[in-house]
């Protein structure tokens, strides 16, 4: 009889343990390029927020968010508002959604861009200028002098125009992942001169650097996060095609500011230099922004290295950037003209260390398996199938832009004549359009509406979705239908992310549509190469 029980007892026990939960782990891999291997880790579970990236969008630009009738946008915060595309009036019609209570954040956040836009008119206005407050240059009073950055301004820097772009003057080596060869173009003769900016330390390695990082998706995809070495301090950065300002969450921040994010300390690096007197301030129209102190230090990316690098040490920061815990800052990758230190602007990493590169070029290839790379100095022709095709850009607005004067849906393509141009932006999650081919593109879904809970073209999860492409030059960049959707907004209604730039003077070409495409940037030739990304 005891041994009976004695037995079950033992059973009992052994099933109880093999039935216990296992502590979660990090699923990680590893991805072998070349002759190393780089660990990977990959986040999974998390649901993006539409809203999220809408804002995140809205307030780079300074933008105000409209209805598809033209009316400035306001949050319903009980029955959202719909925009019926397929009847024969857009006037706007209240329907009762099933997904009230999965959308009840959403419709929180959109509450309180709503306030802000009655309060604040949600408009973009360049501060007037003020004197930046000198910074000691010492490491010890590094904290103390961050409290003067806070009333920095953004200094107004005028746009420095280029040479037009000559094809005949345009030479590219296009290498495998074995070796890289420099061949470099020439800057033109009549090429304006560059901004007086602080010169950076010329690297050791010659003409020939390249350096190469993973593109880590987080948020399920809504940013890609790489790895960058700041005086011997690993950070995870968003590269940032959009803005020209490499800024860091900074040890001055309080711990309730850093919480789970990786912060740069200049006392433990022993290259970091105070730049005496220099502040930088980025603030959005909606109250959100960065601000703090500036100073050089050593910049690494994958190998490719800048030894006196301008960092801007942040000493503030919204709680827009706070809640994302994912990025410890930015890497701005737009042309130098657009970086906000006052009172004299820095380069960006890629114009400091273009004339040392292999090429003058960087390369982005994003993917949401966690395998995207960006690459510096070099092609990789093994990312990319077909001939890469390049279109000039113009520089002289600061961003990577270009004409786009034509679009496709489901095959039937359209040639616009008042097109609005458009940026090549990695650091924006979403496509941005001009509203009137946004609202072609969801005429052709039955189920597809504006909904103001979330502030832009929701539709039923369950549609085949058309193909759509859009035109970079003369290069068509498509993005298959099953890779239109954003992020679902409840288990039967999704978000596209094909959204409307609200009539604003400039279309945004985000990772929607990055992600199925190998792009590359030259600095030298002002030019941007495209080609569908290897499979």
């Known amino acids: 009889m005891h041994r009976t029980l004695a037995l079950l007892l033992v059973a009992l026990l052994a099933t109880v343990a093999l039935a216990a939960p296992t502590a979660k782990q990090a699923t990680t891999n590893t991805l072998k390029k070349r002759s190393f291997t780089i660990p990977r880790i990959r986040k999974t579970g998390y649901i993006r927020k539409p809203s999220e990236a ?6 780079k630009f300074g933008w105000s968010m409209t209805t598809p009738d033209g009316s400035p946008w306001v949050a319903v915060s009980k029955t959202p508002t719909t925009i019926n595309l397929h009847a024969n009036t857009s006037a706007p019609s209240n329907t009762t959604s099933s997904d009230q209570s999965i959308a009840t954040n959403d419709r929180h956040l959109s509450d309180l861009r709503s306030w802000l836009y009655a309060t604040f008119s949600w408009g973009y206005e360049t501060p007037a200028a003020s004197s930046a407050v000198a910074a000691p240059s010492t490491q010890a009073t590094y904290a103390a002098a961050s409290s003067a950055a806070h009333s920095s301004a953004v200094a107004s820097s005028a746009a420095v125009s280029y040479a037009a772009y000559s094809s ?7 290498t495998t992942s074995a070796a890289a060869a420099a061949t470099a173009t020439p800057a033109p003769a009549d090429a304006a001169p560059a901004p007086d900016y602080a010169a ?6 010659g003409n020939d650097e390249t350096g190469e990082v993973l593109a880590t998706p987080a948020d399920n995809g809504a940013e890609y996060l790489s790895p960058v070495t700041i005086g011997g301090q690993k950070l995870d950065l968003n590269f940032d095609t959009g803005s020209s300002d490499l800024w860091v969450f900074s040890t001055a921040l309080t711990s309730a500011q850093i919480g789970e994010h990786s912060a740069y300390d200049p006392s433990k690096s022993s290259s970091y230099q105070q730049l005496d007197g220099s502040t930088f301030s980025l603030s959005y129209g909606d109250g959100s922004g960065a601000a703090g102190v500036v100073g050089f230090d050593t910049v690494d990316i994958g190998g490719a290295t800048v030894t ?19 990025s410890d800052g930015l890497v701005g990758l737009a042309f130098s003209t657009l970086n906000s230190v006052s009172p004299r602007p820095q380069k960006t990493f890629f114009d400091n260390i273009m004339s040392e590169l292999a090429q003058p070029v960087f390369t982005a290839a994003l993917d949401l398996d966690g395998s995207g790379t960006y690459e510096f100095g070099t092609i990789d022709s093994s990312k990319f199938t077909g001939d890469l095709q390049f279109t000039p850009v113009n520089a002289s607005s600061g961003f990577w832009q270009v004409d786009s004067n034509r679009y496709s849906i489901g095959g039937k393509d359209c040639d616009r004549t008042n097109a609005s141009p458009a940026i090549i932006d990695t650091g924006t999650s979403l496509l941005l359009l001009d509203p009137e081919v946004v609202q072609a593109y969801y ?3 039955p189920s597809a509406s504006y909904d103001s809970t979330v502030g832009g073209y929701t539709y039923d999860c369950s549609e085949s979705l058309p193909e759509f492409a859009v035109a970079v030059g003369d290069y068509m960049a498509n993005i298959p239908g099953s890779g239109i959707t954003f992020a679902p907004v409840s288990t039967k209604t999704c978000f596209g992310g094909v959204q409307s730039n609200s009539g604003s003077d400039l279309q945004i070409f985000g990772d929607v549509l990055l992600k199925h495409h190998f792009v590359v940037f030259n600095g030298q030739s002002e030019v941007i190469g495209m080609a569908a990304k290897a499979e």
Do not use: N
């Open 54 to 59: 809408m804002g995140r969008a809205y307030r």
């Open 168 to 174: 005949a003057a345009t030479s590219f080596t296009v």
């Open 200 to 205: 950076p330390a010329p690297s050791a390695d």
């Open 443 to 445: 005429a052709d879904i």
């Open 308 to 326: 006196r690098q301008a960092i801007e040490l942040a000493t503030s920061v919204s709680s827009a950037f706070v809640s994302d815990a994912d």
